[in-house]
């Protein structure tokens, strides 16, 4: 549920995504800002997609949660 509850944590810190074609892009490796997604319930409709993308402080709080995921494992015992 991405679409307009809270905001989603996300691992990456935040930076500009890169002038060339990339998949999964991850950001740098520290930083001081980290990214959120899929908008939260205060937040306009063009921002509660999950496209949506923005910096945050990570010491700020309010409508932001997570995601708990975890990996599932193929026949051939990779994590997916």
Not at 11 to 27: F, H, S
Not at 32 to 52: F, I, L, N, Y
Request: charged residues 20%; hydrophobic residues 30%; aromatic residues 12%.
């Amino acid at each position: 549920d991405m679409h307009g509850n809270v905001y989603e944590w996300c691992y990456d810190w935040y930076a500009a995504y890169p002038e060339e074609l990339v998949v999964n892009p991850t950001g740098p490796a520290n930083g001081s800002r980290k990214v959120v997604r899929g908008g939260g319930w205060g937040s306009t409709a063009t921002s509660c997609r999950s496209a949506h993308r923005r910096s945050v402080n990570p010491g700020l709080f309010g409508d932001i949660g997570f995601r708990v995921v975890i990996p599932t494992v193929t026949e051939q015992g990779l994590l997916k």
